[in-house]
């Protein structure tokens, strides 16, 4: 009998295994498809101050719009892309998407003031990137300082030595970069204080529980009197009450994105967006 049931559970690991393989060649299959068929639509979360709610700026978001599996979040692909490698061309399709609607909403005279887009570590390794994005920039007549990349803190702190070369040179084209989920990555301070870095996101995890988790309260105003201290800014991300609003702002963290200001939203309603908390 026992091993009757040891049989079945290793059968049904086995199809569980085989499922799962069949479920990522299929993705990946399609996601090559996608880059051909223009399926990555970008969405922008909006990114405010604490009390005012005047944009200061947004966060570029990619989305998988699939004729048949429907809108399809980024936990579920970017990891794929990551591993075969498309993560390259999908994060400059996204660079390419973003920063041509802010040029175009600049245009037409309202202000966005700021795009955050997300970057993978990789990225920065290919010889041709700062070439590519000082081009587009060119191109699209937004100047570097309207741009903000976005790096997570698991990533920079992977290599600091080789983070801190590539961020020195996007330092030189004039491109700001922000530690994103800040506190998740075991960051050395050593390496925080050389780093070519402007900002800290202050990781969701940590804003959940404020004010009521002490300890959590505790980091939060951590990380926020290292960034006084270091000179960087700071933002908040994941807010979803207004009390943990209040304690930010208290605080001194004045930049706030979450869902209590606006979730992700497209072109569209981010004009909108745009044009009333100017
Ligand atoms: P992230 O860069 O840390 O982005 C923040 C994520 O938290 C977004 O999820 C956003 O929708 C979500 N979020 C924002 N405010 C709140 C809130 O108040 N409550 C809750 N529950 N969630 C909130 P999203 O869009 O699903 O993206 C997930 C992750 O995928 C991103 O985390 C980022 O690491 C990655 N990602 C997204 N777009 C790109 C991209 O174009 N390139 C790369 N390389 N990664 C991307
Ligand atoms: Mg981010
Ligand atoms: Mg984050
Ligand atoms: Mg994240």
Not at 77 to 89: N, Q, V, Y
Not at 141 to 151: L, P
Not at 194 to 202: A, D
Request: glycine fraction near 4%; include cysteine.
């Amino acid at each position: 009998k026992a091993k009757q049931n040891t049989r079945d559970r290793y059968s049904f690991y086995d199809e569980e295994m085989t499922k799962k393989a069949y479920e990522r060649i299929f993705l990946e299959t399609e996601m090559r498809k996608a880059f051909e068929k223009d399926e990555f639509v970008v969405y922008f979360q909006p990114q405010v101050h604490a009390k005012t709610k005047i944009l200061t700026g947004m966060e570029a978001l990619v989305r998988w719009q699939h004729p048949d599996m429907g809108f399809i979040y980024p936990d579920r692909f970017i990891p794929l892309a990551e591993s075969t490698g498309m993560i390259i061309k999908l994060d400059r399709i996204v660079m390419k998407k973003a920063i041509s609607q802010f040029s175009r909403w600049k245009k037409s005279g309202l202000e966005p003031k700021k795009v955050s887009i997300n970057l993978t570590m990789t990225q920065l390794a290919e010889g041709d990137f700062y070439k590519f994005i000082k081009e587009l920039l060119e191109y699209e007549n937004v100047s570097a300082s309207e741009v903000e990349f976005e790096i997570t803190e698991r990533e920079i702190m992977g290599n600091p030595d080789a983070s801190i070369k590539a961020l020195e040179k996007l330092n030189e084209l004039g491109i700001s970069v922000a530690i994103d989920d800040f506190g998740t990555g075991y960051s050395s301070l050593t390496y925080l204080k050389r780093l070519p870095i402007n900002k800290l996101k202050i990781d969701k995890s940590f804003i959940d529980n404020i004010p009521k988790d002490l300890s959590d309260s505790a980091i939060v105003k951590t990380i926020i009197n290292l960034c006084e201290n270091l000179e960087l800014q700071v933002i908040a991300e994941g807010v979803e009450e207004e009390n943990q609003n209040d304690f930010l702002f208290e605080n001194n963290c004045e930049d706030i994105q979450g869902f209590l200001f606006s979730h992700p939203i497209n072109v569209k309603d981010m004009e909108e967006f745009i044009k009333k908390h100017t």
